[in-house]
Structure formats: structure tokens, C-alpha cells
């Protein structure tokens, strides 16, 4: 479904081509200080422009429509909405019998049964996305200044070196290819007890909304899959002040599902964008054969480059939804 | 919350040394012959008794006290129990002051001001995983038969050659240690069209289930991290047939938050049990210093033995929610 | 909170004099053929301009700005959006110190701290149920075609003889005052098994959406009240056919929460609008004392009239709901 | 669904002739002192005995299974079960062919193809109300004691005149027949504030769950139908005092789905018990045709005596949901 939290409540729609996206927030508290200037530091790290990005870049400026009276949130739904306004929808009608390969196009046409908004991947676009960062920067006025985040892109093509990533993305473009990353993301100052026994563990509210933005594909808390290498001896964090801090943080910030006030760390892998240009092989429902296809339109060769923000804002919306809850 | 499912809705409840852990289901279609037995085998694969397992063993017999009728669904709720019989609660009050590292205890203590149940870590203990195991069953049986689940153990220790497993578990269980492991859980037959975008899709409920497992800390489909590692002409999975088969499936059986028709792959990062016997340092609240602590009682060397189950049992009931939705 | 429903979900937005009133509706099914025509008929049932409503005249054109494609919806949320054109907020900041009498503008500056909108109630307005009117035409659709709704202004000012209602309320309005009204609603062919013992009844459902509607005050199915004051032996319904049909219908359709396939039929209690012109005592906050208002602005003298669709509206979205989950 | 509420969520389920009625309460807060005898009280008040009700009597002695440490509530679960032990299951099987007026025998068998568990009404039973008496007793431990109930059967067969009850009971008795009648709740000490707009008003959330209760065919908040009666001079309620205070209670403490700081009027139309000792009429699906029925087992005459808990327990379930969500 299309809407996420009980208490912070993000409702999501929209299409790439069609009029709008748009997200509509319930549960914001009321008196927080909120104007559409507030959302343009976290749109701008989302939008197009840097090397390795799609060259469609939209305004994305935000209008806010419902839930603000003289600049303070006033408790109602608070709405955003984003104009569509640089689409070229071309002719989508040969992703149909032709489908994308890794792309939704086919399992939205069997879901659906063909009624689905093909262009441009429809309401799977990433373009959805804008309004899981307009919906985080609420978020982080939920959780405070005290609060902070920290998000790098690590590791691009399986490169962990920062100054060879400009490179590894040239060379993906040049071969008309794209090439996947993994994103980390580090909260401070998030305080003890967030997370809720059994189902809605911080580490489950989290994931359950990583896992809604496109491209990611696995997800880690602390030490992650490393954990699974060590012994306890190894990857037990050692409580060594009164305020829980531990001397290391292979939890991630998170035991038994609850923050325990240390860092949290979450990181998220970034597949390689399914679009390239260059030609692939994949199977022609028309002519019932595997063809080369194709594919155009304007693609980003390292999403992950742009996901870091939607990372980062979908980790404060669910950690929004515990602060509200505890 | 200890409940999960909009319309497979699993509430479970109990502590470790209470009276029992129970689980009631509700959404279960009428018709399913059920009987207590159906539960033997993956209860028995979730039991202690192997080596690297905890010398705690409970007889583990569900009661069905709910929900039947004559040996099938009725189609209101399904509950069943399980008594606590082998509980040694001993002394758990200086774990109060003195928490046992990466283990839930201070946060508990924190975040319910002392009320938790401390015994055995009350609510937070693996026991609680009996319900979960029951409650896939049922979802297997929701599933039907086409849809084949196989689990693994795929690594302990960072090791991947099966035959070494016996002796790296036995090796920690020597050094009074613990060893961590990776689950790799693969579904046959799930069919095209289950998760909803934007916020259900099939991999946000299944990490949603899965990150309340205990002791997992990574969860990733596919090709996962390795995926972020790739370009896309290599990770992309070309489809080559009309019923959507893939020539890889480096997407694990999921595209666009849609399972596609391939076979779903998920894997989990499963860390080493917390609680080991050797010495740790810890801070001990009522002295203000880190101390050491020797944890007494019974735990398993190796949790990823019996989590195996455990993890089949989640991504069993994330499959029936999104069957029952379709 | 300001959404509904757990499969066919209905989020609502928007404040009296904001810039919009807005509706997106989750889980509609693909396929269904909808245009901005199809919402005229109710939405002009629910507009001002009979004898006994508001002189406020809104154009109440509906934007779907989402979930369309090519005439068809395409199974992600659709989105209708109402401008607000004919807005007047001259001075409601009185109305924060001398709050009108029944109406919700103390309670919300109490629960929002006075950050709430209060021009022309804000997001208490009638106007929200625009969205409302919106989302059960969709719901109607999704009913189809067999399912018919009749709904009918029954009483008036404690009469029953409908020649006489438009006297009443043309005495009610030369008085400067208002009056109450109720609607019974009648649904046939809605088919058995629609409701889900135990929490979700039919008329829980039901129930829950048109106390959800402003000025409702009270809601009884088939003889209500009425069925109180008699024995069992007269009130009961005795079954005639195999399909289910009763004699009599005193249980309005629904028995143990579920339909039986003979009409439902549902009756609202609506309060006389709270905003009359004539003065009225009520406490003055700024003063201390309970002071003569007198309320300006533009108002319906009988709101049971317009609420009539809205009512019908609320019925057909908890009945969908129940489809959908059927 | 047999769960009810996002913060405070209840979970029900059990059969009349099953091994027990269970009750899993989540989101209680930790530290409340609880015991057994707690619930003593309200299940006195719900229980057989005095005049009007079945001659089957249980004890009804509540099991707190999890969820509770040394006297107090811990956080986690509260499940609490009642074993039904005084069942004459008899024989039902002919209600299925042979199905009782008014009852939901026919609907559950239609909505589960015969699978449901046909004893003493299985799922339907009054029975299970048992879970919602303890629910409502957690409620108002959470609620506190500044907040008071007071409960009354205002109206039996259509007379006001308490004094006459017992009579018109005894004659409905001796008539082999039941009798209905309306239940008054009155909330004293509930506070500004209470209600979330828009579906979520407090006038919503009690009618979901008071119409879930079994019997219950009308609901109204204050002046109710009457207040459809009136113009708005006379049904408006003049605040007198900085507390919100108001000359009239016409609204019965909520207006605008909040609560003003007022009682909380709530009353149920309660329906005439539908079985009833005398014969009725009704089709035998056996053999196609209307022919009389005589029901057996042991019945309440006016089971509005009992349904007065049942009314006060799913209101305090409505408010302390609302409590913990403000």
C-alpha cells in the first residue's frame, strides 16, 4: 500500500508523467516551524546534476497545500505536492511487449493487467521519491536538532576509495553501462528506548521502508553481515558508561530491536540502475523471442548517488514514527 | 507491537520463564485441515538437542485452544500455546545491575523502568520465535503445495564449506564462545504479482518480519550487497521466456517490489548468540565501573542452527499476508 | 487520523479556506473506467444552493491528479483535488477568544495548542467531505452496478411529513436559527458475508465512517431503537428462502456484524448546524465572562440536507472496504 | 478482524463451546499494579445470575498468562484466558440446516462453506465478550481514577420506570420470550481532547467497538436523535466557563469528534435477545420450506442486564486508545 506509519502517517502518490507527485503527512505535531524553503537543501541532494545523474531534471519545487497556517504546522495533514513538468513520454508502447529487463514493467502489466501507467516506469518511477524526502524533512524537525545525520555513499562499483569514484562512473558511462553502491547512513543523538518488541523493532520499521525505495537491495544494522563472521566474544559491545554507551558498536545502535543510545548505523546496498543504454537481451512477448532491446530516455549511471537522501530521509521517517510512539 | 499482518495478523505474546508463549492468528481462510501434528517438524528443526544448541529443552507441544473445528479452520482466530516447563529462572537480579552486553536487558530496563520481566529475557527471548514458527506453518498451508521452501545454513563463522561447520561450532563452544552464521532461505513457486508498491513491497514485509527475528542484523535479496558491487549489464536479469523466467536471477525473484516468478532468494546475517560463557567486561550500575561478568545459564554456541527455521517461518508469513491481499 | 481502511484507503487533506481540499484513494483495482464526469452527480447532491443551504457557492471541480491512465484507473492511488475559490476569511481571530457555542474551535485550539487553522473551522469544515463525496463514488464503482443506493432526508425538525420540510426550514431560517435533520439510507443487493466478526463488524465499519461526519450525532440500523423497546418474538426476522430473505428486516441487513443479503438499511441522527446568526451567549475568553456572539459568515440552515449524499457516501466506503477484504 | 487499535490494541478470540475466550491486550504501559482480583468486579457485573439471565453459569475466572512480574504489568503482552467449562454442546447440527432467526448461524455458515464452529454460536457467542470486560478493566486502570463510569439500563421493553423492569422481564419470561432495552453511559472526568480528526473522532472509535459488542442496533452521543429534532438555538451548549464547561450537554462532551471537557453521554439500543423458548417460524434448508423451530439450551431474556459492562468496558477500550495516542 501506499501509505506507511500509525502514528506518522506518510500517504504517497503519483506517476513519472503524470500530473504530480505527492505525499500527504499525518500525525505531525502541531507549532513546528515549516516553509517550503525548509525542503530545498534535501531536494537538491536528490536531484539531478552531478556527474553519474540523469540529465531529466525537473524544478521539484515543492507546494505545500494543507496543513500550515502562518508558518507553523497546524496538527491536519500537512500535503506536498511536486509538478511533473519536464516529461517526454515518447513512445512507451513497445516497454509493453518488450519489457525492461529488471525494470517492473511486466510484473506491473500482470499485476495490473495492462491498466497500469507504463511511461516512464509509471508509479514506480524513482520519482516517487520526492516525496519520501519532503516527508523526512518533517521527520527531522520531528526528531530535533539534537538528532543528526550522516550519509555517505561508501562504496561505488566495489570500490571503497572516495577519489576513484568520479572515475568508475565516467567509465560506466562511457560504456553506456550504470553501476550500483552502498549508502551508509549514521544517526547521532537519538537517545534510548525507540523500537518497539516483537514486530516493530527499530531495525523492522527501518528496513520495512528501505526496502520500499528502489534499487536497494540488502540492508545491514552495525555489523551486519560481518556479525555473522564473528564470534560473540568478537562482536559483543562492552556497556561502558552509565548512559549505555558501548566501547564498541557492532549493534548499530540497536539491541533487542530498541536504540540503545549509541550511533545508529545502517547501511543500505544500491543495485546499478536497470536502464542503460546500451543494448540488452531480453524477451519480446510480441514475436515470443529473446530480442536486443534498446532502451531510451535519460538515465542516471550511479543511482546511488542520488538515493543517499531518500535513504536518509526514509531512516527519519521510521525513526519519526518510534519517537511519536514512545 | 507484537502484532504484524493486515489481513494474516499474528499477535504473539509471552516471556521466557512465564507461563507460556502463545500466538493467535487471525485471517486464516476456513477449510485448512489442521491438526497439532502439522507443527511437529518445523518445530522440531526450531528445538535444541543438536550439538551447538542450548542443553535447555522444552517439550515444545503447541495447543491448538482456538480456531478449529472437526480438524479444519473455522476462519476465526487460530491460537495456540505452549507451556514453559523447563525454566530454571535462578538468580536474574544482577543482571539488573550488571546487563550482559548486546543483549536487550538495560534497554528494557530503560525503556519500561524496571517493570520488564527479567527472567531469561523475558519478552525478548528467542522463545518467543515458537509462535512465528507456528504461524508458518499455517502460512505454508495458505501458500499450498506448489510453493516449496528450502533453508540453508550457507555460513558459520565466516566459513562457507558446509563440512567444516561441526568444527568451527565446536571450537566455540570450547573457547566458551559463540559463532554466528548465514541463512539462506529460497521459495519455488511463489508466482508473479505479490507486494504492493510503494510501501509493501514483497521485500519490505519480508525484512520487516525478519529484522524482528532475534540475532539479525542483515537481511539481502538476490544478489544483494554483491549487486551494489556490479554494473548493470551484469546485474540485470534478461527475461527469456513468456511466463517471465529470467536467464540470472540476481534480483532474487523481486523486481519493483513485485515478485516476478522467479525463485524469491533471501539471505540473513545472523549474529553470535550474545550470551557466552566466558568472562566479558560490562559496566555495572551499582558499582559506576565495568566490571567482568560470567553469564550463567543455558545458550546456544551457535543460534543460526535453530534461526534457520525461524527465518523460513517469517518470509512463510510475509508470503500468505501478501497472497491473502492479491 | 485522516485516513481509513485497510485495503481500499482513504486519505483526506485540506482546511475550509487553505488552498485545496484533496482525497487519494488507495487500493482501487485497476480496469475501473472513471472520469472527472463521474463525480458531478453526487458532488452537485452535496453542493449549496436548494432553500436551507449556504449561500457559499464553490465551483467543486474535481482534479485527479493521479492513478488515471488512459481513462482507466491503473491500480496506484488516485488522487481528486477541489480548489477552494470562494474563500472569505475576513476576521475569525475573535472566534479564539469567543468561541461559538458547539462548534470545534476551542477544543481545537486546546488539542493544538492554538496553531490550528481556524478560518471557517479549518480542517473541521464541511468541506473535507468533498473528498469523502469523492471517494464513494469510486467506492459505488467498485460496489457495481447491483448494488443500489437510495437515500432519503426522512425527517426534519422532529417531522416526518416530507410536504412539510421546506416550511420548516424557511420558518427555521426567518428565525435567524437552524435545524436537524435524519437520513436513512437504504442498500440493496449488497450480497451475504460482507463484515468481519469480531471487532470489524459491518455496522462497526459503517458506523465508524458517518460518525466520522460532521453534525452526526447518532446511528441505528434497521429498527434501532426502535428494536429495544420490543421482545424478541416481534423483533425477530424470520427466514422465508434459500437465498436468505427474511420476512421482516429489522436487523437492517446485518446480523452478527454480517450481511444477509436482504438491504441494508441505515438512519444518521444530524444536529442542527452549530452556526446560526441569531446571538448567542457563550464565554468569552478574553473578557472572562459569558457574553452574547453573533456569528457572521454564510451557513446552511438545515446541513441534513447536504449531508444526505455524504452519509451515503460513508456507507458505500465501508461497504468496499468489506468487498475488497471479501 | 478480532484486533482493535493502533496504540492499545486488543486482540480476541475463543468459541462459545471451544477449550476458552482469550484476550491479548498490547501497548499497556508498564508499571500499572494488576492482579487477578482486579477484574472481579466487572465480570460480576457481566455474569448469570440475577433475574432475566441464563441459567449457564461459569465461573469466569480470569488467567493472566503473560504480560505481568511481580504484581505489575511489564510492558509486553497482557493475555488473559477463560476456560469455558459448564458446555452442553448437544446437538447443533440441526441449526445448520435449520437455522435460528436473527442469528448469525446462516451468514457464518454462507461466509465460511459450513466451516465454522457451529456450537452455542462458536465465534459469535456472547461468550467472547468476556476478553472486551478484562480489556475495559486494563482501560481504565490506564485511564485512572480521576476518570469515573457510571452506567445504567435507562429503558427495558420500551419503559423508563426502573421500578417496573423486573416485571417486564418476568412477564417476557413467562411468555417464553425476550426483551430489549437501552444502555446509558455516562464518562465523568475524561478531559479536553481526546479524538483525532477526521475518522478518528472519539465519537467513531466508540461506535466501532459498540458495535461490535453483539446485540447492539443504535448508538447516539448526547441529545442523539432528539438533537435532530431540535434548531440549533436550543441543541447548541453554551461554554459558561474558562474550563470549557457548558450550560447543556447536548453534544455528550464531544464536539467536533474531540472531547470539550464535558460527560461523555453515550447510550446502546440493546435488541431482545434473538433466541427465544417459544416457537418461531423459519426456512429449514433441509426441506425448502418455512416450518417452526424450537431453540434449546439455556438463554438470556434480556440480555441488555449483562450487555451494561459489555457497553462500559468498549468504551473505556475507545478512550484509552485515545489517551495514549494524545
Known amino acids: 500500500m501506499n501509505s506507511w ?4 502517517r506518510v500517504t504517497i502518490w ?3 508523467h503524470g500530473k504530480q507527485v505527492g505525499v500527504s503527512i499525518d500525525g505531525v505535531p502541531a507549532g513546528i516551524a515549516l516553509s517550503e524553503e525548509d525542503f530545498t537543501a534535501d531536494l537538491e541532494r536528490r536531484r539531478a546534476g552531478a556527474a553519474g545523474t540523469t540529465p531529466r531534471k525537473e524544478s521539484d519545487i515543492p507546494h505545500i497545500v494543507s496543513g500550515i497556517y502562518e508558518g507553523y504546522t497546524t496538527g491536519s495533514p500537512l500535503t506536498i505536492e511536486f509538478l511533473n513538468e519536464n516529461t517526454r513520454s515518447g513512445d512507451y508502447k513497445n516497454l509493453i511487449s518488450h519489457p525492461r529487463p529488471s525494470h517492473a ?13 507504463p511511461r516512464g516506469g509509471g508509479h514506480f518511477s524513482g520519482r516517487i521519491t520526492l516525496g519520501l524526502v519532503a516527508a523526512g524533512v518533517v521527520a527531522k524537525k520531528i526528531l530535533g536538532q539534537a538528532v543528526e545525520f550522516s550519509t555517505d555513499i561508501i562504496e561505488i562499483g566495489g570500490e571503497r576509495n572516495k577519489e576513484r569514484f568520479a572515475e568508475i562512473i565516467e567509465q560506466a558511462r562511457m560504456a553506456q553501462d550504470s553501476v550500483g553502491g552502498v549508502v551508509e547512513c549514521c544517526v547521532k543523538g537519538i537517545g534510548v528506548g525507540l523500537g518497539e518488541p516483537f514486530f516493530d523493532s527499530a531495525e523492522s520499521l527501518i528496513a520495512h521502508l528501505l526496502f520500499s525505495v528502489p534499487a536497494v537491495k540488502g540492508i545491514e544494522f552495525g555489523a551486519g553481515f560481518e556479525a555473522a563472521r564473528k564470534r560473540g ?3 559483543n559491545d562492552c556497556i561502558i558508561s552509565a548512559d549505555g554507551k558501548t566501547a564498541t558498536n557492532h549493534a548499530g545502535g540497536i539491541v533487542g530491536g530498541i536504540t540503545n543510545g549509541n550511533d545508529i548505523v545502517v547501511r543500505a546496498a544500491i543495485k546499478p540502475t536497470a536502464s542503460i543504454s546500451s543494448e540488452q537481451q531480453t524477451f519480446n512477448f510480441e514475436t515470443g523471442a529473446v530480442e536486443p532491446l534498446v ?3 535519460r538515465h ?8 543517499a537522501v531518500v ?3 526514509a531512516i527519519a521517517i521510521a525513526l519519526a514514527e518510534l519517537k511519536l510512539r514512545a
Chains 1, 2, 3, 4 share one sequence.
Do not use: M, T
Not at 511486466?106 to 499485476?111: L, S, T
Not at 542516471?300 to 548517488?305: E, H, K, P, R, S
Open 5 to 8: 506509519g500509525d502514528i506518522f
Open 14 to 16: 503519483g506517476e513519472s
Open 105 to 117: 514493467d511486466w510484473v506491473a502489466q500482470q499485476k495490473w493487467q495492462g491498466y497500469n501507467d
Open 233 to 235: 566474544s568478537q562482536n
Open 295 to 297: 532502451i531510451k530516455g
Open 300 to 307: 542516471d549511471v550511479c543511482i546511488a548517488l542520488r538515493a
Open 311 to 313: 535513504v536518509e530521509s
